[in-house]
């Protein structure tokens, strides 16, 4: 199946994970500041905000890593190991810092 | 009950971070006999991550707003509103992380440095944030707890 370094679900889903760590920092920011709008419709979905936000993210987690691994044919995107070890490591450091430095400046 | 639903938290937290450590030893010094090993120690930490995740969530949304107004009146109100806020929506990363874990281990491992590289810095975040989420919880308590003690008296 793979003469490659990585299968093309690890790369899929690698990327969408990172995809959806930064989604989730710019989310926190976006619900947080529009309560009347976004948090209250949040609410609605699921009666809690916080399930609301985890099941998207969870959501976009699998839709997007089942779109990637689809793309090129159904070869699915190709990237090294280290190429998606830096988007991982980035994606945590930029989703951890917008979400930190939101609620440590609020 | 709401008390070993609270403590079943940081347990499946540290058995998951614990699982992270051994398959960081595990995949830094892989064979291809012990390739199956790594991945079954995959699924473990990713299933502890999510039993963290489904207690710490049940009893945060259901049982945690007692303790959230006595925080916000205590000596320590940044316990909920840097340390909890930060730690609700960051454990979303580790979940997805926690998951990516299995998926990448099930490349082939002993074969290729790339794919063992990228599950030991895999596991590397999960250990970290799970860390992070340790921590956190640390501070919660303590914000709990000094918002429970009576004001010193004075001197």
Known sequence: MQDRELSNATVSFGLSAAIVNVFNGLLVILKESNQD???????????????????????LFVVIGFILSKTNAGKGVSMSANALILVLVLSVVIGYTLIAGFFLLE | MSDLILLSHPLFGVLGILAGVWVLVDALNVTPQ???????????????????YIFGGYWYVFSY???????????????????????????FMLLLLATF???????????????????????????????????????????????LMPAAAPM
């Not at chain 1, 709008?37 to 959501?59: N, P, Q, R, S, Y």
């Not at chain 2, 109100?77 to 806020?85: D, G, K, L, S």
Request: aromatic letters at 10%; one cysteine or more.
């Open chain 2, 34 to 52: 012990t390739e199956g090993r790594v991945r079954s120690v995959s699924m473990l930490a990713a299933a502890l991550i999510w039993l963290a």
């Open chain 2, 101 to 147: 874990l299995p998926i990448a281990a099930r490349n082939k491992l002993a074969a290729s440095p790339g794919a063992r590289k990228l599950v030991c810095w895999t596991a590397v975040l999960v250990i970290g944030l799970g860390l992070m989420m340790d921590g956190s919880g640390a501070f919660i308590s303590m914000g709990v707890k000094l918002g």
């Open chain 1, 37 to 59: 709008t976004l948090l209250a419709w949040m609410k609605t979905v699921t009666f809690h905000h916080w399930i609301t936000h985890g099941l998207l993210d969870l959501i």
């Open chain 2, 65 to 91: 707003t007692p303790e959230k107004a006595i925080i916000l009146k205590g000596p320590w109100p940044f316990a909920h509103a840097f340390f909890m806020e930060t730690k609700e929506h960051a454990f």
